[in-house]
């Protein structure tokens, strides 16, 4: 591992142990996320593309092999990685103020200060005024953007996001999809980014991984030409090349459901 | 993003104009259908009062008809003016207060602490899986047996008084309490629980700011349920002691064979019952004020 890897797995398995039995999650997943870079991760569902997540975040440790953040291998939740979820999971007993500040308590640095950090974020994402209000006075699309708030204030350096944009309104998800990057880029941070639709993984990675299914394997790196690699998600869509990547991408998912990834799945 | 009223300020003043007579008879029309609205649904609940108001006259009125022609037995059922002669009577010299101040004492007492104990249990269960897993039948079979019918053995361990009738009382509220609660406990949506793990939240972390405020509104109406087991508990303890109390009332009324004290405390309870309840309906609203469940 060099000094501008952010994040990596080697040679990485997962069994999911249960009542009904063990099954095979994800196998020899080898993976590096350079520092600054976004990548997105494919696949049909089964794929273990939420595992993958759930792993690098120190949720559980794999069955076999290695995750490694920064240069320190990866034993549980770590400040420095922030994860985001496909709802908002904001506290309704809670002001959207003290649900962005959430992670400041647990990690016990919530302070005057702090707190405006917090105010600061909720302001830069378009939030500001609304500190004080419950989240089921808030639409569904500024109720993820205060989620998005509660990740930043910690200062994470790794940002895992779960399919974040996935419940929201086409329109919305667009918009959130441009701050997202908007922000990470200006922050410099690192991004994985787990999504069931090709056309926001094209539109805002550097990197598109498509992984495989039964058990869970990376099939294809695709990394994403410029420009639409340093354009913005909307206007990336909207470039010349854009079909013929959304088409390629969509040609590897096809091959997944005609593959080996055909027989019958739970 | 253009707003409609941005819009309508673009257009001519004519247009304008036009639009803006439209919508005075729109928001005419629309006040006439609210204001429909709330006179039929003042009616309706006019007429329910007014239908409830009658029912209880209609029955205090037959009662006291029935009791005085002998239509039933006076002896046994009473009727209403007798009823109130007592209270009156038992209020004025000062005989009743004593009875009232025990009996909502002990339910007091019985149920704060019940609920409390109840919700410390659900924690412990909680935060050791393993012993929530050996107990659990037991908790079954508990809550399906009359605790009540353990009265007699706390009497004898803790002397006729106060201190056994609050035991009987805890009995009777602490199971149910420790399973709704336990139960909720668990069924706090695992998203909110990865939200803190994530940040790395201890077990104790996570049980002061998921598991505990998450439960809240089942904690709450939990002690509303137990303000009704409270009073079985404590009337039955009462009965049992045969000291002090509306249920020593009510027991004493039945070995004289005085109905007429059984059933004017009957209606003491009545009272005072709902009057504890509402508060406890007061507070859940006072306490659950700002935020909803989605």
Request: glycine share 10%; with cysteine; hydrophobic share 45%.
């Amino acid at each position: 591992m060099n000094d501008s890897t952010a994040l990596a797995l080697r040679r990485l398995s997962h069994v999911y142990v249960g009542d009904k039995g063990a099954s095979l999650a994800v196998e020899g997943i080898d993976l590096a996320v350079a520092k600054g870079e976004f990548v997105s991760l494919v696949g049909p569902s089964g794929c273990g593309k939420t595992t993958l997540l759930s792993l690098l975040a120190g949720l559980f440790p794999p069955t076999t092999g290695e995750v490694w953040l920064g240069g320190e291998r990866v034993f549980g939740p770590s400040p420095k990685v922030g994860y985001m979820l496909q709802q908002d999971y904001l506290f309704p007993w809670r002001t959207i103020r003290d649900n962005a500040a959430v992670g400041l308590e647990i990690q016990g640095t919530k302070s005057k200060e702090t707190m405006k950090k917090v105010d600061g974020w909720l302001e830069e994402l378009g939030l500001g005024g609304s500190g004080y209000r419950y989240p089921h006075e808030l639409s569904g699309g500024m109720r993820q953007r205060v989620a998005l708030a509660r990740t930043l204030v910690t200062e994470p350096e790794v940002l895992l996001l779960d399919e974040p944009f996935s419940a929201l309104d086409l329109h919305i998800k667009m918009q959130l999809e441009e701050l997202v990057v908007e922000t990470l880029g200006k922050l410099g941070k690192t991004a994985v980014l787990v999504t069931h639709d090709l056309s926001e993984a094209a539109a805002m990675s550097d990197r598109v991984i498509v992984l495989g299914r039964n058990p869970g394997h990376i099939r294809k790196e695709i990394a994403i030409p410029e420009p639409i690699r340093s354009t913005d998600p909307i206007e990336a869509r909207k470039l010349p090349g854009f079909q013929t990547l959304f088409e390629e991408l969509w040609a590897e998912l096809d091959a997944v459901d005609e593959g080996k990834g055909g027989e019958s799945h739970a | 993003m253009r707003n409609p009223e941005q819009q309508a300020a673009g257009e001519p003043e004519s247009e304008r104009a036009e639009v803006s007579g439209a919508q005075e008879e729109r928001a005419a029309l629309m006040d006439d259908l609210y204001a429909k609205h709330k006179r039929n649904a003042r009616r309706t609940s006019a007429l329910a009062f007014a239908t409830q108001v009658s029912l209880l006259v209609a029955f205090i009125v037959l009662w006291e008809a029935a009791g005085r022609n002998k239509w039933i037995d006076p002896l046994l059922f009473s009727f209403p003016s007798k009823l109130l002669d007592q209270l009156w009577t038992t209020m004025m010299d000062g005989s009743l207060w004593p009875h009232v101040g025990a009996t909502v004492m002990e339910t007091i007492v019985g149920f704060l602490l019940g609920t409390l104990t109840g919700t410390v249990l659900a924690a412990i269960l909680w935060w050791f899986p393993f012993l929530s897993r050996v107990f659990d039948p037991y908790l079954v079979v508990l809550n399906s047996m009359p605790k009540v019918a353990l009265g007699p053995i706390f009497i004898v361990g803790l002397g006729p008084g106060f201190a056994s009738i609050v035991a009987i009382t805890l009995m009777v509220t602490v199971i149910i309490t420790t399973i709704n609660i336990y139960n909720r406990f668990r069924e706090i949506d695992s998203g909110y629980v990865k939200v803190v793990r994530l940040f790395g939240a201890s077990r104790l972390q996570l049980f002061r700011l998921v598991i505990l405020p998450g439960s809240f509104p089942v904690i709450i109406a939990t002690l509303k349920v137990n303000v009704g087991l409270a009073w079985v508990g404590v009337i039955v303890g009462e009965f049992l002691v045969a000291k002090i109390g509306l249920g020593y009332q009510i027991i004493y009324g039945f070995q004289v064979f005085n109905f007429t004290l059984v059933l004017s405390s009957l209606v003491v309870i009545g009272v005072v019952a709902t009057v504890m309840y509402q508060l406890v309906a007061w507070l859940e609203k006072r306490l659950t004020e700002g935020w909803r469940e989605r």
